[in-house]
């Protein structure tokens, strides 16, 4: 199904969730995700609020993201889903 715009797409996002609505904290990844994120919070009448990530890069890969890189003053790292999958060394 394709959509208009980001805007477009959490709209019909928020219609599908409307059973959440109150019960849910709606949270968006910067910068992409806000878009469609605000449209749901308004939908369901629920918080809004975003996570700020950079993409971890694939070397010659530029549209592949090997993790999310994230900080926020609870939780910092990367996950490691598709980092195991890579024949890469990993340093922390």
């Known amino acids: 199904m394709p959509f208009i715009d980001r805007s ?35 939908a369901l009448d629920a918080p809004l609020d975003v996570i700020v990530v950079r993409k971890l890069g694939v070397p010659y890969e530029p549209e592949l993201a090997l993790e999310p890189v994230f900080y926020s003053a609870s939780a910092q790292g990367a996950t490691t889903g598709t980092i195991k999958s890579w024949p890469i060394q990993v340093i922390y």
């Open 8 to 42: 477009d797409a959490g709209r019909r996002l928020g219609s599908a969730l409307a059973r959440l609505r109150g019960r849910v904290i709606v949270v968006g990844l910067a910068r992409g995700g806000v878009p469609v994120a605000f449209e749901v919070a308004q």
